[in-house]
């Protein structure tokens, strides 16, 4: 399969809400707008760089109405800008960074890396897609025009260790449940970010968070609320997620993990991309 280099970028939002992130391939120009745009200024980087696939990442933009780029991600439901941004970042094995992105730690803490059912886009689109990208790569090449890049591909520990929750392993299998995996999540960040802190301080505190998250959304799927009603209600729960962990760990410590301030708690959803994208 062809490389091309992948890397995140990221602008301030007018809502009240955490950063823009959307994804640009600087070997062609192109870009993954994930629901939002590219255009604002001023934008910084917000990724490392890393050698994948545009070919795979073009296939699944799978846009939504009114909404460019999803990555097959529902807004508001699997995750936000941001998780649709780390997916097609993925065939580059980067990862936008919470360092860079404001509001992305609060965000990985209710939708995870990647999404929601993360597994299921791995087999279901992700793997579907690089295939048929790397039969048209190597046609490509073969007519000698290949466009690999010189840029080796940027794996870090921590994404390899994230993105093992989902393959699993001979004694350990994925998980079945989504909020399983964003908890196995925050455990490994936490081991990471925090290695002093144990990763089971807060599980069964993010746990019922998690919970009522999920109650929210099955609430708004059945028509028991409307989509503006589970937006506020999901912000309001993040915003009490982001104060009781900052509570239970500690201003620096939390700071470490999301890169948040401990006196800062902001918005995940931002109402303006979720009216577009639910109407």
Not at 8 to 27: I, K, M, N, Q
Not at 30 to 41: A, E, I, V
Not at 115 to 120: D, P, S, V
Request: aromatic share 10%.
């Amino acid at each position: 399969m062809a490389d091309e280099v992948l890397r995140g970028y990221a602008y301030s939002t007018e809502y009240g809400t955490g950063d823009h992130a959307f994804v640009r391939c600087e070997t062609n120009g192109r870009y993954f707008d994930c629901f939002g745009g590219h255009s604002k200024l001023p934008q910084h980087q917000a990724s490392e760089p890393g050698a994948g696939s545009y070919g795979a990442a073009d296939c699944y933009r799978l846009p939504r109405p009114n909404c460019p780029d999803s990555a097959g991600i529902r807004y508001a439901v699997t995750g936000v800008c941001h998780q649709a941004a780390n997916r097609f970042l993925y065939s580059a094995r980067v990862m936008l960074d919470v360092k860079l992105v404001r509001g992305l730690g609060a965000s990985s803490l209710v939708f995870g890396t990647w999404g929601l059912f993360h597994n299921e886009w791995l087999r279901d689109i992700y793997v579907p897609c690089t295939k048929k990208a790397h039969d048209a790569a190597r046609v490509f090449a073969s007519a000698g025009k290949s466009g690999d890049s010189e840029l080796p591909s940027s794996s870090s520990e921590l994404f390899d260790r994230l993105d093992a929750i989902y393959r699993g392993t001979a004694t350990q299998p994925p998980p079945r449940q989504p909020e399983e995996a964003i908890l196995n999540e925050t455990a490994e960040r936490m081991k990471h970010f925090i290695p002093n802190v144990p990763p089971g301080s807060i599980r069964d505190l993010h746990g019922r968070y998690l919970a009522q998250i999920a109650t929210v959304r099955q609430d708004a799927d059945a028509g028991r609320m409307t989509f503006e009603e589970r937006d506020d209600r999901i912000n309001d729960l993040a915003r009490g997620m982001q104060q009781d962990f900052a509570r239970a760990l500690g201003p620096d410590a939390y700071e470490k993990l999301t890169g948040m301030s401990g006196t800062e708690q902001i918005d995940i959803i931002d109402r303006f991309e979720s009216g577009m994208c639910s109407s």
